[in-house]
């Protein structure tokens, strides 16, 4: 702080003189630096008004810059803002099953509480509600607890009076809580109780990611399960999304003896929504009908993260450089 002080000379009061003092850290004074007749004119305080200037320019900058920066990118902020951990798990990650015509099945589903207090579950069947019973579709747990759930896959259902044709249903489970919600893709199948043909589906691939706009290829392997004769026998291709739509569907007809090998190639639209689908194939002859079905994933463009993302855009860079500017400014005009 500075402190002025007065020369006396041949009867004439001078000054004001401006002085102040740079003090240790013990509190004692070192040196008393001369600050002339207005400190206001003294290097460090003419500095304060420029670096006063720049700060507020830059704060401006920050303010409205990052204003346009959340309109820009409010869709890729909020998704960003609303990924959590979820308070459950669940052991399975798609659902598959096999039926005959008049038959049933039962499987079982763990859901595991994560979480830190007791959690809330919700569970229902979408595209398949006429083939899947679930036992509990509305229960809590507490941390650490894990609830078992019995599904049960029939092609009949007796008080409805009604019986699913062969074919292949595909819908999904959605399981709920408060803070996550998790979809588990099914596929349910069902054959004809004598099955003279039958099919393997074996991706060529390794994983079973396929990029938007790329393709993919699957050798499907036909068996005379019966040694019938040579004989031609229909093949129907079709692609669906776990919401039971349709993408893709193909027939031919295949002549097949003890057995028959060949390969499909599935080209994967570049506007098809990521997520899963199932390539699913149906073998008929006569009243025969087997069934076959392999699920894969389509994927977009690969996530960046927010550095990867803040370097392709002019303004995130901008902002940044302000930012770091504005930290430099006021460590200097507090100095």
Do not use: W
């Amino acid at each position: 702080m500075a402190f002025k002080r007065y020369i006396y000379k041949h009867g004439k009061k001078l000054g004001p003189y401006y002085y102040e003092n740079v003090r240790s850290k013990d509190g004692k004074v070192v040196k008393t630096i001369y600050l002339g007749t207005n400190p206001s004119h003294h290097t460090k305080h003419m500095a304060r008004k420029p670096l006063f200037f720049v700060i507020l320019v830059l704060a401006l900058v920050l303010i409205l810059g990052g204003s346009l920066f959340l309109l820009q990118n409010k869709a890729y902020l909020i998704k960003k803002a609303s990924l959590q951990e979820p308070d459950f798990d669940i052991d399975q990650i798609l659902l598959k099953v096999l039926i005959k015509s008049g038959e049933f099945i039962e499987k079982e589903l763990r859901i595991m509480n994560i979480g830190g207090k007791q959690t809330a579950i919700t569970i229902a069947a979408s595209g398949i509600e006429d083939i899947i019973n679930i036992d509990s579709t509305d229960f809590a747990f507490n941390p650490g607890q894990t609830k078992i759930i019995s599904l049960n896959f029939s092609s009949i259902a007796p008080e409805q009076r009604i019986e699913q044709q062969p074919d292949i249903y595909v819908g999904k489970l959605i399981v709920k809580s408060e803070k996550a919600t998790k979809e588990i893709p099914v596929i349910v199948e069902i054959e004809t109780k004598n099955v003279l043909f039958d099919m393997n589906l074996n991706p060529v691939a390794l994983e079973r990611n396929v990029k938007q706009g790329s393709e993919t290829t699957i050798e499907v392997r036909l068996f005379n399960l019966q040694s019938i004769e040579s004989t031609n026998v229909d093949v129907e291709y079709f692609v669906k999304d776990i919401n039971g739509n349709t993408i893709v569907t193909e027939s031919e007809t295949v002549v097949v003896n003890t057995q028959a090998s060949f390969f499909k190639t599935i080209s994967i639209p570049k506007n098809l929504k990521p997520g899963p689908y199932i390539f699913a194939a149906i073998i008929k002859f006569g009243n025969s009908i087997g069934t076959s079905s392999y699920l894969f994933y389509v994927t977009g463009p690969e996530e960046v993260s927010f550095v990867q993302f803040c370097k392709n855009s002019f303004l995130c860079v901008g902002l940044s450089i302000a930012t770091i500017l504005l930290l430099f400014s006021l460590i200097a005009y507090l100095y």
